[in-house]
DNA sequence: CGCCAGATTGAGTAAAGTCAAATCCAGTGG
DNA sequence: CCACTGGATTTGACTTTACTCAATCTGGCG
């Protein structure tokens, strides 16, 4: 299932991973970095109450497989059709020096991930997901390929939830979903104010 | 009070904050890092919509003062009377080295930080929050110098919701508070399995 | 064409927010 | 040392929001 295709350079080969396929999983180890070329990337883990929880989306250009412990704690699944090249672990300097330059905006994305989600209404959070995702992709037609289950556990919110506040933005003119892994953001201003 | 880090350059000296004091404000340069020597950091920021929130708590040994930008998007503030030592913008490589080896568990905190908030009920937030805090202490007593409305903003949650859910978890005998600013955990697995 | 998983909608319930009042505490000054 | 005082915290009553569970709808696929 899983393609490696060669680039004209020497660099890293592209693997093509289908819908749900796992990148890696939780436990596995450690050490390589992966770099969405096309589609999409979600981390999941599964709580000791074995509740899903999603850490975070990954689209072209976003790096992921950080680890700080020698395995992988969560693990990283393709959503939809997804290109990934894979970076082995360093072990010549210019590697480490390119790697050091992917982790602080790592960093930052993180960090604007948690006030997402920590944010009071299910409006807002869906809101905020949904500028941070025009503002990753400069671009107003979102492709959203992973599932609303997955979204909700983004978000910290039920499914169900996500279903009504999108129907509540698509009433008040924001956004129009012209098919369920597709949004359209028509109001970015209204949308950013929502809180 | 002075403490040596493994650190090849000279001993960075150690400011003393007291409580509400900035270490830095958002919009101030980058650059410098900071590790905590005793008291708590929070990092504070104000929404366009007025808001306040607070994107992490810092204990001794922690360091923070991270940015991919030139500029903080974050301000530091010192909870109760606090030690910083202060570790300037790194220019030989040895102290690159040491800043590097700090980024990776940063980047695991924040997504620990992630999934805390990401949490379906105000119970499981607060619950996973104050686990959070023994492990890192390794104590059941945690000393929050930090205001409850601090707390709520960290958490997303109002400082009423604090208030009510902490009552809650001293009358099913998991926690006691002696005084406002010290939580003893007295039911650590009771507490973990909250959610 | 029918099937099935995912998504949406609806109704009732539980949880958390808001606003207001009461209480607690730390810091101040007598 | 102790009373005072203003901000922080807690508690209470009520409202709003989101969750749960069930039913319905939709779209992709054999």
Redesign the interface.
């Known amino acids: 299932m899983t393609q490696h295709l060669k680039t004209s350079s020497a660099e890293a080969p592209i693997s093509i991973y289908s819908n749900g396929m796992k990148i890696y999983r939780q436990g596995d180890p450690s050490g390589s970095l992966y770099s969405v070329q096309f589609g999409c990337v979600l981390l999941a883990r599964v ?3 074995g ?1 899903r ?1 999603v ?2 989306f990954f689209f072209p250009n976003d790096v992921f497989g ?4 020698t395995e992988h ?1 969560f693990s990283a699944e393709a959503a939809g059709t997804t290109g990934i090249r894979v970076f082995a672990p360093a072990r010549d300097p210019n590697s480490t020096e390119w790697r ?1 330059k992917q ?6 994305r ?2 604007e ?3 997402i ?4 209404t299910a409006d807002a959070r869906l809101a905020a997901f949904l500028c941070d995702l025009v503002e990753r992709n400069r671009n107003d037609l979102l492709v959203l390929p992973m599932h609303r289950l997955d979204i909700a ?4 919110i039920s499914p169900e939830t996500v279903s009504r506040v999108l129907r509540r933005f698509k009433d008040a003119g924001l956004v129009s979903v012209p098919s369920t892994h597709y949004i359209k953001v028509l109001n970015l201003p209204a949308l ?2 929502i ?1």
């Open positions: 709580t000791y109450g509740n929880q850490g975070g950080w680890e700080s412990e704690c050091h982790l602080l905006p790592s960093l930052t993180l960090r991930q948690l006030l989600v920590s944010l009071g556990a983004y978000l910290g950013q104010q809180q």
